[in-house]
Nanobody, 111 residues
């Protein structure tokens, strides 16, 4: 079981960028399954990106080419670099590490 802490959300204009961080503790990070999800007001939580134990990374079609997931195993941290942000990206972003959720961090994209 891991503890997960997220940070990096904020308010940004259309076309801007943010980098989200997710720090995990309590287990071997390099053996973890890690992913990002988001939930907009009035909508269900949806998949954004994840990395498998083998290192393969998958993205939702809506963010492919704009978002990049990366990891730093020495720091037990997973990142989500978000570029070319759109109003549709406005949501609470959640990190999941081996089934453990973070508290979420708010991302708001304004025109």
């Amino acid at each position: 079981q891991a503890q997960v802490v997220e940070s990096g959300g904020g308010l940004v204009q259309v076309g801007g960028s943010l980098r989200l961080s997710c720090a995990a503790s309590g287990r071997a990070f390099s053996n973890s399954l890690m992913g990002w999800f988001r939930q907009a007001p009035g909508k269900e939580r949806e998949f954004v990106a994840h990395i498998t134990w083998s290192g393969a990374i998958n993205y939702a079609d809506s963010v492919k080419g704009r978002f990049t997931l990366s990891t730093d195993n020495a720091k037990n941290t997973v990142y989500l670099q978000m570029n070319s942000l759109k109003p549709e990206d406005t949501a609470v972003y959640y990190c999941n590490v081996d089934g453990q959720w973070g508290q979420g961090t708010q991302v708001t994209v304004s025109s």
